[in-house]
């Protein structure tokens, strides 16, 4: 069974500096998918970043950018210069290419503090 | 497109009485999820469905629960005889059905909110 284990509920960080939220997965496949996502208060869920298993580089979308390691089943997210609207819950996500289900971990809170 | 629309967003309700909730998918999409998120973790799976076809259900999907997506644009998804152990956010999400892509990535409604008293 495929498992995304998010180790921290909660973090904070001052803005404009960086924070690493961490996740952890288990999987036996070689080739997956993995996705953070983004829930403000009362909002709905949003794509902030994505990394296909196949790909060494790791991905990067302006402020934000991963640490994938694949053999230690890791990936990490990191934000930079943060906001105080990257206040939110974050989860972690994996999926198989040919799979139909998105199994997330139980998420980071993350707090900016001014 | 607005996106992913659900409806309503919250719905309070006597134990043992029936819910319906609607989602209405981005057009493009042919694949529709359900999904339950309770207090501190993370949205579990209930089912998805690949134009109206329905192709996979969660154990999470007890016989009071019911989906449909009639001509595969639309979604409803019904609880019977709700307890308090159904209270929860229920999640919609749509996606492109493109296997072995990183395109086929969610987007995911608002939710409806079920508190059961």
């Known amino acids: 069974a495929q498992t995304v284990t998010q180790s921290q509920p909660e973090m904070s960080v001052q803005e404009a500096e960086t924070v690493t939220l961490s996740c952890t997965y288990d999987?036996?496949?070689?080739?997956?998918?993995l996705f953070w996502y983004k829930q403000p208060p009362s909002r709905q869920m949003i794509l902030v970043i994505r990394?296909?298993?196949?790909?060494?580089q790791n991905a990067t979308e302006n402020r934000f950018s991963v640490n994938f390691q694949k053999a230690a089943k890791s990936f990490s997210l990191k934000i930079s210069d943060s906001q105080l609207g990257d206040a939110a819950m974050y989860f972690c996500?994996?999926?198989?290419?040919?799979?139909?289900?998105?199994?997330f971990g139980t998420g980071t809170s993350l707090t900016v503090i001014p | 497109d607005t996106g992913v629309s659900q409806d309503p967003r919250h719905k309070i309700t006597k134990r043992g009485q029936n819910v319906t909730f609607r989602c209405d998918p981005i057009?493009?999409?042919?694949?529709l999820y359900w999904y339950r998120q309770t207090l501190g973790q993370g949205p579990e799976f209930l089912t998805y469905?690949?134009?109206?076809?329905?192709?996979?259900k969660s154990r999470l999907l007890s016989d009071r629960f019911s989906a449909e997506r009639p001509k595969g644009s639309f979604s409803t998804l019904e609880i019977q005889r709700t307890e308090q152990g159904d209270s929860a956010m229920y999640l919609c999400?749509?996606?492109?059905?493109?296997?072995?892509?990183?395109?086929?990535?969610?987007?995911f409604g608002a939710g409806s909110r079920l508190t059961v008293l």
């Open positions: 996500a994996y999926r198989l290419p040919t799979g139909n289900q998105f199994y």
């Open positions: 990394q296909e298993a196949y790909k060494q």
């Open positions: 057009s493009e999409h042919n694949r």
């Open positions: 999987t036996s496949e070689s080739d997956y998918y």
């Open positions: 469905f690949q134009n109206e076809a329905q192709l996979e």
């Open positions: 999400a749509s996606s492109l059905g493109v296997q072995h892509s990183g395109a086929n990535v969610l987007t």
